[in-house]
Nanobody, 126 residues
Framework: QVSLVESGGGLVQAGGSLRLSCVAS????????MGWFRQAPGKEREFVAA????????SYTKSVKGRFAISRDNAKNTVYLQMNSLKAEDTAVYYC???????????????????WGQGTQVTVSS
């Protein structure tokens, strides 16, 4: 079993920055891809970004490209999401997820992710 715990959310003004962290614990093995998803009030959960185990492959949804950056430190079992130039529409609960069979597919489909964190709230005021 794998446990994921997110942190770093909060309230920020539009144009500001936040860095989310997700620490994984438990039976972590190689080949895990990691992803970030978000869910805004009244909307379905959507893909934000994903990164391969090797960190060489990343994927982003169009609306965050150039503003968000995903990274990971495998020695610390931690994945990060650096969010810059935040907009009101980025307001959501952000979830970390692990794809244990990832093998660098960095999927944007939440159905392939096996483990999920509890989420961290990000609120951007305009």
């Amino acid at each position: 079993q794998v446990s994921l715990v997110e942190s770093g959310g909060g309230l920020v003004q539009a144009g500001g920055s936040l860095r989310l962290s997700c620490v994984a614990s438990g039976r972590i093995s190689s080949n895990y891809d990691m992803g970030w998803f978000r869910q805004a009030p009244g909307k379905e959960r959507e893909f934000v970004a994903a990164i391969s185990w090797s960190t060489t492959i990343t994927s982003y949804t169009k609306s965050v490209k150039g503003r968000f950056a995903i990274s990971r430190d495998n020695a610390k079992n931690t994945v990060y999401l650096q969010m810059n130039s935040l907009k009101a529409e980025d307001t959501a609960v952000y979830y970390c997820a692990a794809d244990r069979q990832g093998n660098s597919r960095v999927s944007n489909y939440e159905g392939v992710y096996d483990y999920w964190g509890q989420g961290t709230q990000v609120t951007v005021s305009s």
